[in-house]
């Protein structure tokens, strides 16, 4: 189930409205409920993905441990020419 909400505005005819909602209160549910579905089936039928909120996210693959390389020893330090 979704967490997180966004709001979704759209313009319909007020006598379609009106329909809507009275078959929506014939059904026991709210016309947001109905929306809802209606959303997550046309998603279901175009073959849309979505990752609903509030779900956890997949754990992270594991990273292969980092391999250790050994430094280069430091370069000797040259010795001063005596002039």
Not at 8 to 19: G, V
Not at 32 to 49: C, K, P, T, W
Not at 54 to 69: D, E, F, L, N, S
Request: proline share 12%; aromatic share 4%.
């Amino acid at each position: 189930m979704e967490l997180k909400t966004a709001r979704l505005t759209l313009l319909i005819d007020p006598a379609k409205k009106t329909a809507f909602e009275q078959l929506c209160a014939r059904q026991d549910l709210t016309p947001s409920q109905v929306v809802r579905q209606l959303i997550r089936d046309y998603l279901s039928q175009h073959g849309a993905s979505y990752v609903p909120s509030g779900t956890p996210p997949a754990p992270a693959a594991p990273q292969p441990a980092a391999r250790k390389t050994r430094r280069a020893a430091a370069p000797a330090a040259r010795p001063r020419k005596r002039r």
